[in-house]
């Protein structure tokens, strides 16, 4: 039994791919020379508490979910390659293409996609960051945002688009995709997925992790990496204090290489033989994974790699509440119901059959 619990080990560090030399540096390409995290030091392995935490034990089968499993992947690749700097990415989840916080599936049934454009874009960038070896896993977070059909969970539908449209285009030699993707069912607010990723890379004793997201003037980008001073209303610091009660840590984007920000000339088409439509972020020069265009379909949708270090401790971040901060102004109407896991993965199996 312990040689086949071996060879089951190496097995699955032999399928993970070595870190790019770009995984070692991501922090050289931060755009703030005067906001640069130091070198993290040697990975220890995880907190005694990542196996007996709620996000751990999220299994929801007919969805594709087993968060056990994609953890586990991830620790045996940092047992072995201690060089890659961010080798989790977390993804925010967006649920406003067919108005602010509603599924995109159930009010757009014509749309043969799980999640909206702008959600299809962060994950499309993701995905590139995983072909790149530039990251190891993805932390897909968001709640059960629309209570007209609270069947539809971010996370879980958005770990869903992922498989469908790049399970088969992840090479098999870098074994399954579905073995690098954990989701946080419960977040529901900016700020909370930002907690969520900083709590579950404490976890796994982590220091540091990429967010993805889409980018331009008044976009989640714009609005993480401009914060400002905590003082400030509409900042992210603030309300991020204002939910949590305490300071975000640093986040700054990324540039100068194409995986982290490269603008595509509106004139070079996709595989498909759609144009950008104007110079977008696709990720570097990267056609070969199709262009995401926006819910209008005119215009494909710019996304960007936010660095995130400095966070609180776990001893900070440990409460037991996943959904919402302790300080969150939700705690004072109506609690918000938690997600249905029966009820998604019942809709996980219809939808599934309805895309086939």
Known sequence: MRVLLLSLVANVASADVAPSGLAANVSNHIISSKKRPSRPAAWHGPEIYLRDSSIYALNVSHCDVDNARAIERLLTFLRTNPR??????VVPGSSEGAGHHTAWPQRKPDDRHWVDPNFRSRLRHAFLLLLRGVAHTVLISGGSIDAAHNEYNEAIYGLRAMLSEYAGRFPASLGPLSERLIVDPWAIHSEVNVRNGDRLARLIGLDRNLIVTEAGLFHQTWWFVRSGDKTIPWSFDHAFANSMGYAPGELQDLNDAPIFQRFAPPYEKDRSGKLPGFWINSAGR????????????????????IAHWGFASLRTLGDERWDLGPRDKDFKRSPIPPPNFDRIGKACESLRTKLR
């Open 286 to 305: 990267t056609p070969e994974i199709e262009y995401v265009h926006s819910s209008s379909g005119a215009f494909a949708t710019n996304t960007a790699v």
């Open 84 to 89: 890659m700097e961010y080798p989790l990415v």
